[in-house]
Structures are given as C-alpha cells and as structure tokens.
C-alpha cells in the first residue's frame, strides 16, 4: 500500500506539468493585454511598457513558464495583476467559501441520490423507480447555468421564499447547493441503482434470503457494503467535479468563491490568479482520486495494492 501511493504521488507531477503548460499556453492565446489592461485606457506606451517590466510580460514565454513553476514549487503563485495581492492569499480568502458550497452539494447528493438508488433498486420497476429514474436522466441533462436560473426564477422572483444572489445567511447556501448537487444526486442514483440491482442478484444474497434473514439486514447489511465500490469512485470524482463546476454556480448565484475569482481573472487577462486557481483545482482533483482508491481496499479486503499495480 506504502508503494502504491509514493508511486501514485510521483505519477502527480507529471500530470501537474501537463496542466500547468497547457493553462499558460491557452491563457496566453486569449486576447488582449493584461499590461494596458491594469494601465488604464489613457495610459502613455512608456507607462504601458513599464508596467510590463514590472510583471515580467515582457519576458520570453519560456521565461515567464519557468519563474511561474519555479515559484509553484516554492508556494508562491505571484501577485494578482489586477489587485496587486498575492495569488496565495486571494485563494485563500475564497476556497473556503468554495469548500462549503461544494461540501453541502455532495452531502445533499450522497443522501438524496444513494436512497433514491436502494429504493429503487428493492422496488425495481415500481412507479417511484420509474419516475425517480426519469427525474434522474433529467437531472444529468440538464445544463448546471440552465437549472439555476429556473431555481432562481421560481424560489427567488417567484415565490420570493430564497435570496437570489450573493452570500450572508443559511438561505443564501440554498439554491446553489440545490443547483451544484442536483446532477450529482442523479448520477449517483443511477449509479447506486445499477449495482445494488447486480449485488442482488449474487449468491450470496440468495442464501442470506434462504438462512431466514430479514429484507432490510439483506439489504443493508449484505448488499449496500457490496454495492458501494462504484459509489465511492462516483463520489471522490464528483467532489472534485463539483469544486471546478462550481465555476458556473457561484458566476450565476454571484458567489464569491473560487470559481467567481477564476471567471473574474479570466475577463481581466489576470494571469497569475488564472494559473495559480487551476493548479490548485487540478492538484485536489488528483489528491482526491488517490484518496478514492486507498479507501477501496477498507471497502473489499480483496483489493490490494503492490509495487507492480493493482
């Protein structure tokens, strides 16, 4: 196990290089220029050069790639371009905000879409697994802009019962977390579904069914155990999904996280915050995925993990 995960961390760096280049080769292909950006619309050429100095644009590219990778090893992300802070300490004032959105959405997912998928799975072609499948196909076609403005228009102008925007109170966290979580409710019910219908039709629920046990113990007990494998795949990579999806949801809900920070530095050709909220994003991504498959072998003990591979 020790083996596995040193091998998995190393295996991290490179991918970590492939989105690193890629971020900075596509942010630079935009247009626009982020020097005359920050020196105002009046600003003279001489000024307009200095400022460029001044955050090395007027370096090579191969450059300005390696005093950027040279400072990511060292944690330092540069300075925003347009507030002059940091990239570290802009990030770390929004991730929380990011993290709690993204925590609540998985949690409402997990419950809702894992007890949609038993019950529908025990009750197969009853009419709540019909109807909870369709509203599950729905949920996962269904674009994530597209349903938070449907919610903001019923809840919040409507109804008026929810805030529409921003952040401050417990009604504020309503409708994104609603919005961020509804696809991953219905995958994960889809998902849950499928595989306890596949651990129910095993063996060895046919003989825990024949020594006299009741239903809800065979369920429960014998199946779900068996059956969250998939699940737990779905819900680390989820998680992750749903810390870069929340891009879409704080832009609509205007909340200031993570993914609000990254839509703004990208409209402002702000470099340094665009490459540093990336890499933090991919770096979790790949961490979380490590974790996932270390909770594998505490799920099924006949999962194990050697220097060779799985």
Same mark, same amino acid.
């Given at each position: 196990?020790?083996?596995?995960?040193?091998?998995? !961390? &190393?295996? %991290? =760096?490179?991918? +970590? @290089?492939?989105?690193? $280049?890629? *971020?900075?080769?596509? #942010?630079?292909?935009?247009?626009?220029?982020?020097?005359?950006?920050?020196?105002?619309?009046?600003?003279?050429?001489?000024?307009?050069?200095?400022?460029?100095?001044?955050?090395?644009?007027?370096?090579?590219?191969?450059?300005?790639?390696?005093?950027?990778?040279?400072?990511?090893?060292?944690?330092?992300?540069?300075?925003?371009?347009?507030?002059?802070?940091?990239?570290?300490?802009?990030?770390?004032?929004?991730?929380?905000?990011?993290? !709690? &959105?993204? %925590? =609540?959405?998985? +949690? @409402?997912?997990?419950? $809702?879409? *894992?007890?949609?998928? #038993?019950?529908?799975?025990?009750?197969?072609?009853?009419?709540?697994?019909?109807?909870?499948?369709?509203?599950?196909?729905?949920?996962?076609?269904?674009?994530?802009?597209?349903?938070?403005?449907?919610?903001?228009?019923?809840?919040?102008?409507?109804?008026?019962?929810?805030?529409?925007?921003?952040?401050?109170?417990?009604?504020?966290?309503?409708?994104?977390?609603?919005?961020?979580?509804?696809?991953?409710?219905?995958?994960?019910?889809?998902?849950?579904?499928?595989?306890?219908?596949?651990?129910?039709?095993?063996?060895?629920?046919?003989?825990?069914?024949?020594?006299?046990?009741?239903?809800?113990?065979?369920?429960?007990?014998?199946?779900?155990?068996?059956?969250?494998?998939?699940?737990?795949?779905?819900?680390?990579?989820?998680?992750?999904?749903?810390?870069?999806?929340?891009?879409?949801?704080?832009?609509?809900?205007?909340?200031?996280?993570?993914?609000?920070?990254?839509?703004?530095?990208?409209?402002?050709?702000?470099?340094?915050?665009?490459?540093?909220?990336?890499?933090?994003?991919?770096?979790?991504?790949?961490?979380?995925?490590?974790?996932?498959?270390?909770?594998?072998?505490?799920?099924?003990?006949?999962?194990?993990?050697?220097?060779?591979?799985?």
């Amino acid at each position: 196990m020790y083996q596995y995960i040193v091998r998995r !961390l &190393l295996l %991290t =760096i490179p991918v +970590v @290089l492939g989105v690193s $280049i890629i *971020v900075f080769s596509v #942010i630079r292909l935009l247009p626009g220029d982020p020097a005359r950006a920050i020196a105002g619309v009046n600003a003279t050429p001489e000024f307009i050069q200095q400022v460029r100095v001044a955050y090395a644009l007027d370096r090579p590219l191969p450059v300005q790639y390696g005093l950027f990778m040279a400072g990511f090893v060292r944690g330092d992300l540069g300075q925003s371009i347009f507030s002059g802070r940091p990239v570290t300490t802009e990030i770390r004032e929004r991730f929380p905000r990011t993290m !709690l &959105l993204a %925590t =609540i959405s998985l +949690v @409402l997912a997990t419950l $809702i879409g *894992v007890s949609a998928g #038993i019950v529908s799975a025990t009750r197969r072609n009853s009419l709540f697994d019909n109807a909870s499948m369709v509203v599950a196909l729905i949920g996962v076609a269904a674009p994530v802009f597209w349903m938070a403005l449907m919610l903001q228009l019923l809840f919040a102008v409507q109804l008026r019962w929810l805030p529409a925007t921003g952040m401050g109170t417990i009604r504020h966290l309503v409708l994104p977390s609603i919005t961020l979580g509804m696809a991953s409710a219905a995958l994960l019910a889809r998902i849950t579904r499928s595989s306890m219908l596949d651990v129910l039709r095993q063996d060895f629920i046919t003989t825990a069914r024949a020594k006299g046990l009741a239903e809800q113990v065979v369920t429960y007990k014998h199946a779900l155990k068996n059956a969250l494998i998939p699940v737990v795949t779905v819900l680390g990579l989820q998680f992750g999904i749903l810390l870069g999806g929340a891009v879409l949801t704080e832009t609509v809900f205007a909340w200031p996280g993570v993914g609000r920070l990254l839509v703004d530095a990208i409209l402002r050709r702000d470099y340094p915050v665009v490459q540093g909220t990336v890499m933090l994003l991919a770096l979790l991504f790949v961490l979380i995925n490590l974790v996932v498959d270390i909770i594998y072998a505490f799920l099924d003990p006949r999962i194990h993990y050697h220097a060779g591979g799985e």
